[in-house]
């Protein structure tokens, strides 16, 4: 397990001891280093990247580019030059579809999509197809199924794949389901968008490993300051891609990372992921993964001792032994915000509602538990008591 001592690097929970945060997956607590890289840039020498010779532009500028280099490696990239800094895992996402779909996708293409997924992996394929239309391209949006434990129907998919198949765009862990899938056993032509957001930082992600054309996450959720993201793009389609953002140091006529990063980036942001990755190698991804894999599965153990809980289909719903630190539930006869409120009465905090799904998806209406490295076997020990009591109406 993770020592005491790692937990202790985190002020807002050592300010709140009381609190158990359980709702990592909609945003990490920041270690003291992360929340000290944005007060120092902010505080002194606040120059801007790429936008002046004097030495506080000059500095930064080497600093943002040294965090460029430093994502490139942790993600598995071939070089700095897939790594495209966004303001998050939405952008990233809407960058492909805009950047890659507009100009390339024609009438009769086909992306292929989970429904259920994050709705920002949903709403900006259908905003794209209703872009085309407009302009007088009919794209098909085709779903897949997924199985009872909350991973990619690989069959299914396969079966939907076609000659006018362009993209295959999923999730790596599920944010409700909390279930791993990847993209295998497809043709190499048909380019491959993976969600990222809820594995880097909880496993090893390597994009080359996945056969990845493009991959986002974002820097809150890897322990990293909100206003951040990253966009891996493979040269293999770098000379597809379009600016989708133009303006600022954004040139149309550059290669990446530039001709996708107008603007000025949020540049206290980009600084915190380097310090948050630093972070999660000081502590080992192996030893992360070991230790949510180990919560996990001590959190449906307890939970399947609460009368009538009933698990949404996942890792807990299959009785799959892996874990990535999601289980959600729901309470039949309680609606999931006023578990959510007995909870926080005793200061257990989840995530509970819709969790970003779709409209009209199924499970809107759950309670999520999401763990990380700082969470404990006694806090997951007090949540499912705590839990066990509502369920018989005893709160």
């Not at 997924?117 to 009919?138: C, E, K, T, Y």
Request: charged letters at 20%; proline letters at 6%.
């Amino acid at each position: 397990m993770i020592p005491v001592r790692i937990r202790d690097q985190f002020p807002a929970l050592t300010g709140q001891p009381d609190v158990v945060y359980l709702d990592s997956a909609t945003t990490t607590m920041k270690p003291a280093r992360v929340i000290d890289a944005v007060s120092s840039y902010l505080s002194r020498e606040t120059g801007s990247v790429g936008r002046g010779t004097h030495p506080w532009s000059t500095r930064v500028t080497r600093e943002v580019e040294r965090v460029r280099e430093q994502v490139a490696r942790f993600v598995g990239a071939s070089g700095p030059d897939e790594i495209v800094f966004t303001s998050g895992a939405t952008a990233g996402l809407n960058a492909v579809a805009l950047s890659w779909g507009l100009p390339n996708l024609r009438d009769g293409d086909e992306i292929l999509f989970n429904p259920v997924d994050h709705s920002s992996n949903v709403a900006p394929w259908r905003n794209l197809q209703r872009i085309l239309r407009r302009l007088g391209v009919q794209v098909r949006l085709v779903p897949y199924e997924m199985t009872g434990a909350g991973e990619i129907d690989v069959e299914d998919l396969l079966g939907k794949v076609t000659h006018r198949t362009r993209i295959v765009v999923a999730t790596h862990i599920h944010h409700v389901f909390g279930s791993l899938s990847a993209l295998d056993d497809l043709n190499p032509s048909i380019v491959r968008c993976l969600d990222c957001s809820q594995s880097v930082g909880h496993v090893d992600v390597d994009v080359q490993q996945l056969g990845v054309d493009f991959a986002v996450f974002s820097a809150h959720k890897l322990f990293g300051s909100p206003g951040a993201g990253v966009l891996y793009c493979h040269r293999r389609v770098h000379d597809r891609l379009d600016p989708f953002l133009p303006g600022g140091s954004g040139r149309t006529t550059a290669g990446l990372p530039a001709l996708l990063e107008g603007g000025t980036p949020n540049i206290p942001a980009v600084l915190s992921l380097g310090k948050a990755i630093d972070f999660v190698a000081e502590v080992g991804i192996d030893r992360i993964a070991e230790h949510v894999r180990l919560l996990t599965r001590l959190v449906v153990e307890r939970l399947r001792t609460v009368p009538r809980l009933e698990f949404t289909p996942g890792p807990a719903w299959s009785r799959c032994a892996a874990g990535y630190g999601i289980v959600s539930f729901r309470l039949p006869e309680i609606s999931a915000s006023d578990v959510g409120f007995a909870l926080s009465s005793e200061n257990f905090y989840v995530r509970t509602g819709n969790h970003c799904l779709p409209e009209g998806a199924d499970f809107e209406d759950s309670v999520r538990v999401s763990l990380h490295l700082y969470n404990t076997e006694a806090e997951v020990e007090r949540f499912a008591d705590f839990l066990g009591r509502v369920a018989k109406g005893m709160v």
